[in-house]
């Protein structure tokens, strides 16, 4: 049995949720680690969750089972959250944690794990292409750039030539043959590097299925339409990538003007939205020992305007 536990936790509980709140939102709920945390350290409040997943929300919602009507689960892409505004919901507090779930490495089945093997999907809902479908289709160049672009992955013009000629004699269905694959393209003095060398090719083509960078501006404006003044939005990312994105988009929205210098008056008519909380967040010493996934983890804190 799998034991997943949510990162910077405590983090979320001390400045992201405030004893006050009545309604927080968590928008990527998993297996409902930090929403379990929330409803048990705050009595008073009631949580709404959301999961592009129909099957981890189902495990979320047999975990908040004690909680019984303090807790309500959508199957919703967290870019979809403002349609919450049709349920009059309104939220006092928000988390997006960018994460993938322990579940879907080892109990999904859907071959997000280059150790185990399983058919080659990645998906996070049915929609759209699988990674199947990527590594058999898409051409040569195509596949070298989604390994560039979403995993910054420097062997990406061998790993895509080795991908090619390896289909043309048989199909890439499974998520241990494209491990094998992926490591026999890279040079045997890197393969010894603590990280499996299929780790970006993984990660890129995952990301690449999912539209997961596609996401995360719409859904932080979606979110924080949900929010009220005053309340806090947390995000927390597990790369680069994704943390540049929340950190451009916060200083945008943090700013009053966006005027260039040289204009002595504002025309640009820009509405400041928010309010940045402090410097972003890592784990600390004792969670990067309990946790180590934390390790990647980075926390962001917004409050609306």
């Given at each position: 049995m799998y034991v997943h536990t949510p990162v910077m936790l405590k983090y979320v509980l001390d400045n992201v949720v405030s004893n006050t709140d009545k309604?927080?939102?968590?928008?990527?709920?998993?297996?409902?680690?930090?929403?379990?945390?929330?409803?048990?350290?705050?009595?008073?409040?009631?949580?709404?969750?959301?999961?592009?997943?129909?099957?981890?929300?189902?495990?979320?919602?047999?975990?908040?089972?004690?909680?019984?009507?303090?807790?309500?689960?959508?199957q919703m892409n967290?870019?979809?959250?403002?349609?919450?505004?049709?349920?009059?919901?309104?939220?006092?507090?928000?988390?997006?944690?960018?994460?993938?779930?322990?579940?879907?490495?080892?109990i999904s089945g859907r071959g997000f794990s280059f150790s185990r093997e399983e058919p080659l999907d990645m998906r996070l809902d049915s929609d759209g292409e699988s990674v199947a479908d990527l590594v058999n289709n898409l051409p040569e160049n195509e596949l070298r750039n989604v390994l560039y672009k979403y995993a910054e992955e420097r062997f990406a013009p061998m790993i895509a030539k080795k991908i090619a000629d390896y289909?043309?004699?048989?199909?890439?269905?499974?998520?241990?043959?494209?491990?094998?694959?992926v490591t026999s393209a890279i040079p045997a003095k890197f393969r010894g590097a603590k990280i499996h060398p299929a780790t970006k090719t993984f990660q890129a083509l995952r990301i690449a299925v999912n539209h997961e960078l596609d996401y995360i501006e719409p859904?932080?404006?979606?979110?924080?339409?949900?929010?009220k003044k005053g309340g806090r939005l947390g995000v927390i990312t597990f790369h680069s990538l994704e943390d540049k994105i929340v950190k451009n988009l916060f200083k945008y929205m943090s700013l009053e003007c966006v005027c260039p210098p040289k204009i002595p008056?504002?025309?640009?008519?820009?509405?400041?939205?928010?309010?940045?909380?402090?410097?972003?967040l890592t784990a600390d010493d004792d969670e990067l020992r309990d946790n180590p996934p934390s390790r990647s983890a980075r926390l962001r804190i917004v409050e609306k305007v």
């Open positions: 309604m927080f939102l968590d928008c990527t709920l998993g297996e409902g680690g930090h929403t379990e945390a929330v409803l048990r350290t705050y009595p008073e409040i009631r949580v709404c969750g959301l999961d592009r997943d129909a099957e981890i929300l189902e495990v979320a919602r047999n975990r908040m089972r004690p909680f019984a009507d303090r807790f309500i689960g959508f967290f870019a979809e959250a403002d349609s919450l505004k049709e349920k009059s919901l309104l939220f006092d507090s928000a988390l997006i944690d960018l994460g993938i779930s322990v579940f879907h490495y080892k289909r043309k004699k048989q199909s890439i269905t499974l998520s241990t043959q494209l491990a094998e694959i859904g932080i404006r979606a979110v924080l339409s949900l929010l008056k504002c025309v640009c008519t820009k509405v400041k939205e928010v309010e940045i909380i402090g410097k972003s």
